[in-house]
């Protein structure tokens, strides 16, 4: 059964700072997604990661997939006030995509 | 979101009351998704469907069904409201490329 664990579920970080939250699954997997939400919102789609060793990155946010270590990290640099929001990573396998339990991020200007 | 239209966005049920959540995508996708968010769950799955005519158990599925009447429909039916269902229902459209989601459907059951 596939299951999908973020670290920390809270975070809590000066602007200007670097973090990184991280997101475990428990089986191999076909793609692996990033998301943002803010609060009362919809979800956005930040990236989509589809092998070993992919990389995205957007502006302050850069994602990678480690698909031996079935981790992928999702890394903010010099974060920004506006960053504040949930983070949630999601793995697909065979369709059937599972999201874990989210990173609320909260940036302190 | 642009290319998924979810709908109602709000609703108040009675116990016992059905219901049918609609989604919409026009973006010819294959892959349709139906989530429940619950304040420090994160999003769980309740049915998806792979392509059309097929549909799939989620992580949570009981107490629901679904139908993907064609590829830009797929919708979401509670045959007797209960209040473990008041929850934010999310539609999405997913590809190897992005995801789309709906804007969401806040029900409370009373």
């Known amino acids: 059964e596939l299951k999908v664990e973020q670290n920390p579920l809270f975070l809590s970080m000066q602007e200007g700072k670097n973090y990184t939250i991280y997101c475990n699954y428990s089986t191999t997997s076909d793609r692996l997604y990033w998301y943002r939400q803010d609060p009362g919102k919809s979800l956005e789609s930040l990236f989509v990661?589809?092998?070993?060793?992919a990389v995205k990155q957007e502006g302050r946010l850069m994602a990678s997939l480690d698909t031996k270590a079935r981790l992928s990290t999702l890394h903010i640099t010099a974060a920004v006030h506006d960053l504040s929001a949930t983070y949630f990573c999601?793995?697909?396998?065979?369709?059937?995509?599972?999201f874990g339990k989210g990173t609320r991020l909260h940036i302190l200007p | 979101n642009a290319g998924v239209t979810q709908t109602p966005k709000f609703q108040v049920l009675k116990t016992g009351q059905s219901m049918t959540l609609q989604c919409a995508q026009d973006m010819n996708h294959n892959s349709m998704y139906w989530y429940r968010q619950d304040p420090g769950m994160g999003l769980r799955l309740i049915y998806y469907s792979a392509s059309e005519g097929t549909t799939d158990k989620g992580e949570v599925p009981n107490g629901y069904n679904v139908s993907r009447l064609n590829k830009r429909e797929f919708s979401l039916r509670l045959e007797s409201a209960a209040p473990s269902q008041t929850s934010v229902y999310f539609c999405?459209?997913?590809?190897?490329?992005?995801?789309?989601f709906g804007q969401g459907t806040r029900l409370t059951v009373v």
């Open positions: 999405a459209s997913i590809t190897i490329k992005k995801a789309f």
């Open positions: 999601a793995v697909d396998r065979d369709d059937k995509i599972i």
């Open positions: 990661l589809l092998s070993n060793g």
